[in-house]
């Protein structure tokens, strides 16, 4: 069994794998929490009847899931498809022009600063070691036998989109009704809140201006619904 093989047989994530998944949750729960808590409202500035907002909500709370992971399966797959392509062609090209493939190679490293003596040298190593891998490592920043996984991003928007449609459909149907719209728009503040920082966190933005925009849009979703509820 080569080298190759033997990495594209590993049983392990890399890290865009992980953090794919991760992204899809957090896209999956912050569009359950707002697309939930917009049909709660609109429901609730309409009619006092708890079932029947409670079914409004729940129904949509699966819709929602079901929706998030479908389009992330759709997504991912997409992107899955466009790497496995990639690695198709290169693996055609090391038959018909490896030459290239090696300058290639000898290129990325000599633009590290690597000299161009060296980098020759470390490239026809590297081609003649791993050549498949090196090359759409060089190229396209993949690592072999590594895609998106359409299920993984799927099954993760899935189920964080429910939990994150779970928080303001609890918080207006359990508190008592004096409580149900300042109680879901302080649970929907720090649901938004919560996701805002996470994602902000993973991508090195402004926690601060992450949290207030998630709880602006918040803000304007409850209110758009709740005017559009009391109007009909």
Same mark, same amino acid.
């Given at each position: 069994?080569?080298?190759?093989?033997?990495?594209?047989?590993?049983?392990?994530?890399?890290?865009?794998?992980?953090?794919?998944?991760?992204?899809?949750?957090i896209?999956?729960?912050?569009?359950?929490?707002?697309?939930?808590?917009?049909?709660?409202?609109?429901v609730?500035?309409?009619?006092?009847n708890?079932?029947?907002?409670?079914?409004?909500?729940?129904?949509d709370?699966?819709?929602?899931?079901?929706?998030?992971?479908?389009?992330?399966?759709?997504s991912?797959?997409?992107?899955?498809?466009t790497?496995?392509?990639?690695?198709?062609?290169?693996?055609?090209?090391?038959?018909?022009?490896?030459?290239?493939? @090696? +300058?290639?190679?000898?290129? %990325?490293?000599?633009?590290?600063?690597?000299?161009?003596?060296?980098?020759? +040298?470390?490239?026809?190593?590297l081609?003649?070691?791993?050549?498949?891998?090196?090359?759409?490592?060089?190229?396209?920043?993949?690592?072999?036998?590594?895609?998106?996984?359409?299920?993984?991003?799927? %099954?993760?928007?899935?189920?964080?989109?429910?939990?994150?449609?779970?928080?303001?459909?609890?918080?207006?149907?359990?508190?008592?009704?004096?409580w149900?719209?300042?109680?879901?728009?302080?649970?929907?503040?720090?649901?938004?809140?919560?996701?805002?920082?996470?994602?902000?966190?993973?991508?090195?933005?402004?926690?601060?201006?992450?949290?207030?925009?998630? @709880?602006?849009?918040?803000?304007?979703?409850?209110?758009?619904?709740?005017?559009?509820?009391? %109007? %009909?």
């Amino acid at each position: 069994m080569t080298t190759e093989t033997k990495i594209n047989t590993k049983k392990y994530k890399t890290m865009d794998e992980k953090l794919n998944s991760l992204r899809a949750g957090i896209l999956g729960s912050n569009d359950g929490i707002l697309t939930v808590v917009g049909v709660l409202f609109s429901v609730a500035a309409a009619t006092t009847n708890n079932f029947i907002i409670f079914i409004a909500g729940l129904t949509d709370l699966i819709a929602c899931a079901f929706s998030m992971a479908a389009g992330e399966y759709a997504s991912v797959s997409s992107q899955s498809d466009t790497e496995k392509a990639a690695v198709a062609v290169e693996q055609q090209r090391m038959l018909t022009n490896r030459a290239t493939q @090696i +300058e290639e190679v000898q290129s %990325f490293y000599a633009s590290k600063g690597v000299s161009q003596a060296t980098s020759l +040298e470390i490239a026809t190593e590297l081609m003649q070691k791993k050549p498949l891998e090196t090359i759409i490592s060089v190229k396209y920043g993949l690592e072999l036998g590594h895609y998106m996984n359409p299920w993984d991003a799927a %099954f993760s928007s899935f189920i964080s989109a429910a939990l994150g449609g779970i928080f303001p459909l609890l918080a207006i149907i359990i508190l008592p009704s004096n409580w149900k719209m300042v109680g879901t728009i302080i649970a929907v503040s720090i649901a938004v809140a919560l996701t805002a920082f996470i994602s902000s966190k993973l991508g090195d933005g402004k926690i601060k201006v992450a949290i207030i925009r998630n @709880i602006i849009i918040g803000f304007i979703t409850m209110l758009i619904h709740y005017g559009i509820g009391q %109007f %009909f």
